[in-house]
């Protein structure tokens, strides 16, 4: 199993902007699929962003298409995720997660590995 650590998440008010991190060692992050999922309480975890292997190829969420920013920084082996215009509904534990596979997939069972998740919170 891969070793995935977030980071970046907090408490934002509305409107404002955070950009969480996804890092890994001992393996290269762009031999694999990498998604952000998010869980709030008492709802199932929900696909939020993916970028493919080689990251020739990426997707959103409806609801946060226009607002969150999906990227590689392949030089420091970290996938990010800008989120601005935040609302109270993308409160939540974001995670990321790998799969060894060329394309993206927004089911949680077919990502490998995962991170412990990292918590964001948007409130006035």
């Known amino acids: 199993q891969l070793q995935l650590v977030e980071s970046g998440g907090g408490l934002v008010q509305p409107g404002g902007s955070l950009r969480l991190s996804c890092a890994a060692s001992?393996?290269?992050?762009?031999?694999?699929?990498i998604a952000w999922f998010r869980q709030a309480p008492g709802k199932e975890r929900e696909g939020v962003s993916c970028?493919?292997?080689?990251?020739?190829?990426?997707n959103y969420k409806d609801s946060v298409k226009g607002r969150f920013t999906i990227s590689r920084d392949n030089a420091k082996n970290t996938v990010y995720l800008q989120m601005n215009s935040l609302k109270p509904e993308d409160t939540a534990v974001y995670y990321c997660?790998?799969?060894?596979?060329?394309?993206?997939?927004?089911?949680?069972?077919?990502?490998?590995?995962w991170g412990q998740g990292t918590q964001v919170t948007v409130s006035s």
């Open positions: 970028i493919n292997r080689g990251g020739s190829s990426i």
């Open positions: 001992r393996f290269t992050l762009d031999d694999y699929a």
């Open positions: 997660a790998a799969r060894t596979g060329y394309y993206c997939t927004n089911v949680p069972l077919n990502f490998d590995s």
